[in-house]
């Protein structure tokens, strides 16, 4: 129900959407697969181990609303703190993808809702250069991947002021230092693909 309030679309007719499909489809189950482009087709994507727990992956929807609860508390519920958790920023983009993609597998998803959610998952990944093209699997795995080289890169970065620093810490930091430009883009785009259109959609209700 939090997923629908946030991402769902307005109750409120616009005489222009701004979407290429809606206008034309309501929900995906009106929208013949053989219709789409490859970006709104549903991909069973094996996803990284530790990512969701046995309970949560039981099927599409169990799938789909634990990665939203996730993009929810990262990047709406806790955006003051993406620049200070970089690092859980990047793995999350992993739960950004997932949840678009278990929506495509969802017949009453709304095609309005989908279509934004496209915009803002083309903007993640141009944070970290993976091309919109790209299969779902492929990006999960890119971000998740990344989230976690960042994580450890934090934790050794914690603990430099604690002892000497040795040539493996060093060269996770000089990593990490390399990336901040990238993750500062990547923050900016996040936080704009996951908040901005839902603040509207909040306002609207409203």
């Given amino acids: 129900m939090l997923f629908i309030i946030i991402f769902g679309t307005s109750n409120l007719e616009a005489e222009e959407k701004d979407c290429k499909y809606c206008n034309k489809y309501e929900t995906i189950k009106d929208w013949p697969e053989n219709e789409r482009p490859e970006a ?4 069973e994507v094996k996803y990284p181990e ?3 727990t046995k309970k949560q ?3 599409s929807k169990s799938i789909g609303a634990a990665a939203g609860k996730k993009v929810y508390l990262r990047f709406v519920k806790s955006k003051g703190t993406l620049n200070k958790y970089q690092h859980l920023m990047i793995r999350d983009m992993a739960y950004f993808e997932a949840m678009y993609n278990e929506m495509l597998d969802d017949p009453k998803a709304k095609v309005e809702t989908v279509e934004n959610l496209k915009k803002g998952r083309e903007a993640m990944r141009m944070s970290l250069q993976i091309s919109p093209k790209a299969s779902t699997s492929e990006a999960v795995l ?4 990344t989230g976690k080289m960042l994580t450890k890169a934090y934790k050794l970065n914690k603990k430099k002021k604690k002892k000497k620093v040795d040539p493996e810490i060093a060269e996770r930091a000089a990593v990490l230092a390399a990336m ?3 993750i500062a883009v990547a923050k900016v785009n996040a936080q704009r693909a996951a908040t901005i259109e839902a603040q509207k959609q909040i306002e609207a209700a409203q």
């Fill in 142 to 145: 890119k971000f998740w991947a």
């Fill in 40 to 43: 709104f087709i549903y991909e």
């Fill in 57 to 59: 992956s039981k099927n």
């Fill in 180 to 182: 901040k430009k990238q």
């Fill in 50 to 52: 530790g990512m969701f």
